[in-house]
């Protein structure tokens, strides 16, 4: 299973919307069990969205999940300063290499 | 509070052993799957494997099975990876998380303990 593609980078203005996308196939991001975390240099992730649209109690709701087909994305609408970091999507996945398997990772760049 | 923290990393040549474990508190750790993730010196996230809520089952990524074991004792609130026939491309940090809402919604990880492999 290899990992779900994400675009290298993307980068916005504070304030402005930026979203990641995480493509896959229908043995993956297909099903509603796409998650997305959150992580600074030299720290652990931190989870933002679960099952596609959810967001854990404490997440700001300016981050926000969706999906088309076999592809997921994550918004940041009014970028702040804090958000530049690193973000990953994560899916269930029916291959048989792994139960589960993470996107290739995006850093997002605050101008 | 919650907490996990990860411990047994270190330098190890190839071909070696070593036992990870991770820590648990402030939750009711026999609950839930638990899950170990690894990230390689600036690379990306990648899932190695998981225990269910008993230990009954563990499942694992193609790249590690049949050398690395997850086991958990529920009376101690411990998770252990057992790691061994280590190669270098095993060199990573190595998270424990926590699955809370099922289907590898992890939210709840430990600081990382890194686990070097070289000669």
């Known amino acids: 299973q290899s990992a779900l593609t994400q675009p290298r980078s993307v980068s916005g203005s504070p304030g402005q919307s930026v979203a990641i996308s995480c493509t896959g196939t229908?043995?993956?991001?297909?099903?509603?069990?796409v998650s997305w975390y959150q992580q600074y240099p030299g720290k652990a992730p931190k989870l933002l969205i679960y099952?596609?649209?959810k967001r854990p109690s404490g997440v700001p709701d300016r981050f926000s999940g969706s999906k088309s087909g076999n592809t997921a994305s994550l918004t940041i609408s009014g970028l702040q300063a804090e958000d530049e970091a690193d973000y990953y999507c994560c899916s269930y996945a029916t291959s048989n290499t792994s139960p589960y398997v993470f996107g290739t990772g995006t850093k997002v760049t605050v101008l | 509070e919650v907490r996990l923290v990860e411990s047994g990393g270190g330098l190890v040549q190839p071909g070696g052993s070593l036992r990870l474990s991770c820590e648990a508190s402030g939750f009711t750790f026999r609950n839930y799957w638990m899950t170990w993730v690894r990230q390689a010196p600036g690379k990306g996230l990648e899932w190695v494997g998981h225990?269910?809520?008993?230990?009954?089952?563990?499942y694992y990524v193609d790249s590690v099975k049949g050398r690395f074991t997850i086991s958990r004792d529920n009376s101690k609130n411990s998770l252990c990876l057992q790691m061994n026939s280590l190669r270098v491309e095993d060199t990573a940090v190595y998270y424990c998380?926590?699955?809370?809402?099922?289907?590898?919604?992890?939210?709840?990880w430990g600081q990382g303990t890194l686990v070097t492999v070289s000669s």
């Open positions: 229908s043995s993956d991001v297909g099903y509603n069990h």
């Open positions: 099952d596609v649209t």
């Open positions: 225990i269910r809520e008993d230990g009954s089952d563990q």
């Open positions: 998380a926590r699955d809370y809402y099922g289907w590898g919604s992890h939210d709840q």
